[in-house]
């Protein structure tokens, strides 16, 4: 037991990773799928394992193969990053149990093990970027996951699924070459790529325009896998062309395990007083953000597909959780980290209302939601606690993240007063189009009488996800001091 213990960083990683190919080999019916959710499981008991050894603000560190670091490849936990794992495996794990019925409905059977074995790629990959204390094991995690994440879009049912995957590929590659040459300029300047060791090499050689460069590159590069607008035209097209369960579990935590590679380099690396004084990343982060907070929400009323109307909202969201960041302040990040966790369970909620509604009308357009209140009522029952908490509606997990967000923003002067402007226009703004879809369900007749609702394999995780919108609306101690826990980790306290 003790060993098992000492090597969790590792366990974190090798499970995924050692069940993929399992998945593809034994391909007998339904055994990959039981083989992907039983590993999501593993690492949903190692990250949480991993979450209890920081709770108290230790750092766990793991040399890979009995290296040392900085010359050894370096796993290191902390309070930020022990969060962000929670969050990716539970994600992964409940996305696995609404993933039996809807992947046998929406993938062909012979298709199934690659999907299933490409997932759990994609779920290593996330956790490599979100464990890994080197900068370069980070980018090589990045590509895992995004290899992974193009073939696993390119399932969907629509065609148009294979230009969006490619749109993506595209747009991913150019992200992450722009990540990987700013990684390069670091090492040409400091000889490591340990983050720790980044940290404290940097300050000797921060005054150089190609420490700048790198920062610029990297800042880029991660804003485009963050989809942070006007860097985010990929996002609309994977998400809304994907595989309902893709859909599901990228939405979820793709972006937020970009946002936290963000938050790394700037925060852990660079550190503040380069990222925020000498460089100016404060105004073009509060621009781009609120861009996104307004631009994706106007961009959301005007979809007539519900996954791109979901897609656009989550444009907006991002621009929310960067507004947190951009505050430069411990409460700021904590709000946008808290905002990161709860939009999570919020999104993951409504696109598994929405493949609810695929698998039994086989559309997601508006006019396939006519009179669903009606014959679908417990998947429209989610769908409306999702959106109220997407809303910001008091009781919900969206309005604490919200209230924290503007409670940071009070702090810090006349930016902060704009920043309280732009999050009451989005969420007005997020109103009209949520609205749209109840006036559909609950506001015009069905095309047929009698309920069709949706089978119980996949309405069980999507009220999980419902209740939990309500309970961390309730309960907001462990988000919460979670989420300061986090913050206290990057900005210094601990």
Known sequence: MQSIIANLPALQIVIALACAPLCFILRVRGLPWLIAFVASL???????LLFVQTSNGAVVSYGMGGWEPPYGIEF??????S????????????TLVFARASVAREIRAAGQPIFFAAFLLCLAGLLGMAITGDAFNLFVF???SSLSTYLLISYGNDRRALSASFQYLVLGTIGATMLLIGI????????TLNMADLAARLPAVMDTNTVRAAFAFIVIGLSIKIALAPLHIWLPGAYGYAPSVISIFLAATATKVALYALIRFVFTIFGVDFAFAEMPLQPILVTLASLAVIG????????????HLLAYSSVAQIGYMVLGIAMVSAAGVAAGVLHMVNHAIIKACLFMAVGCVFYRKGSVSLDAFRGLGKTMPWTMGAFVIGGLSLIGVPLTAGFVSKWYLILA????GMIGIFIVAVILIGSLLSIAYVWRVVEAAYFTEPEIAGRNEAPMALLVPT?????????????????????????QAVMGGG
């Open 42 to 48: 593993g690492t949903l008991a190692v990250s949480t």
């Open 76 to 81: 290191r936990v902390d309070r930020l990053n």
């Open 83 to 94: 969060l962000i794992l929670l969050l990716v495996s539970s994600m992964a794990a409940i």
């Open 142 to 144: 990045l590509e895992i």
């Open 184 to 191: 390069g300029f670091l090492y040409m300047m400091t000889g």
């Open 296 to 307: 994706g929400s106007i961009l959301a009323i005007t979809q007539r597909s519900i996954k």
């Open 409 to 412: 923003a009070l702090d810090r």
């Open 463 to 487: 009220w999980a996800l419902a209740l939990a919108t309500i309970w961390f609306g309730l309960q907001t101690s462990f988000t919460v001091n979670a989420a300061a826990g986090a913050a």
